[in-house]
């Protein structure tokens, strides 16, 4: 069972988003869209002081460190991209070249500039995020 920090918070990052610039808004929240249509156990709320999406069911005990229950947080400080940063991304298969970096961390980075762009990164971002979700320990 998630713990009680590990709960869905969409009012939050609704908040968050409204807050924004109306451009750079609305493609978070079309990103946002993307990333909670992939399953319905993605949970949202607003972590490491930006939206962040996680893995709302049960899993096995492990190290809190480790972040496994991450899936995707969003980065919001270039101007010209949103950065999308999945912490654990180097264990992804990825064939369509999205992810990017190659971190000692583990995570991989997705840039998106613009609704366009985020539209056509859908399907195989929703992929990846498929499989993260199959490499859960549950």
Known sequence: MPKEKDINDSESVNAYIQKM???LGTLVDTIR?????????IGERIKWNSPSFFYMGAMKPFNPKEYKRELIVFNLYKKDYVLL??????KLKDATGLLEGDYKDGRRLVKIYD???AKAKQ?????L???WLKMIDK
């Open 21 to 23: 610039d109306i451009v």
């Open 33 to 41: 869209q993307i990333i909670l249509s992939a399953d319905r156990e």
């Open 85 to 90: 940063v999945l912490p654990g991304g180097a």
């Open 115 to 117: 609704i366009a762009d």
């Open 123 to 127: 399907k195989p971002l929703q992929r």
């Open 129 to 131: 995020i498929k499989q």
